[in-house]
Every structure is written in C-alpha cells, then in structure tokens.
C-alpha cells in the first residue's frame, strides 16, 4: 500500500514539473492572432524555423529561415532592439526559440498562433 502511495505522489509531483516548465516557456513568447502578427510585419525581424525545404516550399514574405536545429548558433545575427517574430508549421517550435531569445536577453519576442499552417496571407515560395 505505501508503494503505491509513493508512485502517486512521485507522479503528481512529476506532472507539476512538467506543467510548470511549459508554462515558463509559454511566456518566453507572446503568442499573436493573424490579424496581429500581419499588423508590423515591414518593422520586425520575421523568423522562420522551420526546416529549409519547408521554407521554400512557402514562407511568409519577407521571412528569414533560421531551421530550428541551427536556431542557438544563428541567434546571434538577429537584433536585440527590435522585435523578434517566429512562426513554424505548427506553432510548437518558437516556445523553445523564445525561450533561448530571452534567455540571451531579447524582449520584444512574438509568436504565430497555430504556426503557418493556418495562415490565410501571402506565401512566397520558390515556385512563384
């Protein structure tokens, strides 16, 4: 009986941790609507971080392609005086990015809700 209780507990403390952390990193980076993402997109540094056959599948005009496993080593390139805005196919993948922005001491740091795949704007793409 004690054994069980202990797995409970160990378990509960484990489900803590792990909701605790992702809300840490849900605000390392403010999530914007469409309409709002669309609203500054000439006066921001637009990120894509997805992979680069995705990228020039389509991409957001005017985004720069920073594949998410390159992300730490590029992220010195970007300007910490404006604001930083990322997107991926889904919306998972500029929480991690945002974290090591603001991590490296970025402010300004914005996100794509639902990532590009809802995106009823522009594409660019290689074929085009």
Same mark, same amino acid.
């Given at each position: 009986?004690?054994?069980? &209780?202990?797995?409970?507990?160990?378990?509960?403390?484990?489900?803590? &941790?792990?909701?605790?952390?992702?809300?840490?990193?849900?605000?390392?980076?403010?999530?914007?609507? *469409?309409? *709002?993402?669309?609203?500054? &997109?000439?006066?921001?540094?637009?990120?894509?971080?997805?992979?680069? *056959?995705?990228? *020039?599948?389509?991409?957001?005009m005017g985004a720069r392609n920073i594949?998410?496993?390159?992300?730490?080593?590029?992220?010195?390139?970007?300007?910490?005086?404006?604001?930083?805005?990322?997107?991926?196919?889904?919306?998972?993948?500029?929480?991690?990015?945002?974290?090591? &922005?603001?991590?490296?001491?970025?402010?300004?740091?914005?996100?794509?809700?639902?990532?590009?795949?809802?995106?009823?704007?522009?594409?660019?793409?290689?074929?085009?």
């Amino acid at each position: 009986m004690d054994t069980w &209780l202990i797995i409970l507990l160990a378990s509960i403390v484990i489900i803590l &941790l792990l909701v605790v952390n992702g809300y840490r990193n849900m605000k390392s980076v403010k999530p914007l609507t *469409e309409e *709002e993402f669309k609203k500054d &997109l000439r006066k921001v540094q637009l990120i894509d971080l997805r992979d680069k *056959e995705k990228y *020039e599948y389509g991409h957001i005009m005017g985004a720069r392609n920073i594949p998410m496993m390159n992300f730490s080593m590029k992220m010195n390139s970007l300007r910490k005086d404006m604001p930083v805005y990322l997107y991926d196919q889904t919306g998972r993948l500029p929480y991690r990015a945002g974290k090591m &922005l603001k991590k490296a001491g970025f402010k300004d740091v914005y996100m794509l809700k639902n990532g590009i795949s809802k995106w009823t704007g522009k594409i660019k793409s290689k074929n085009k």
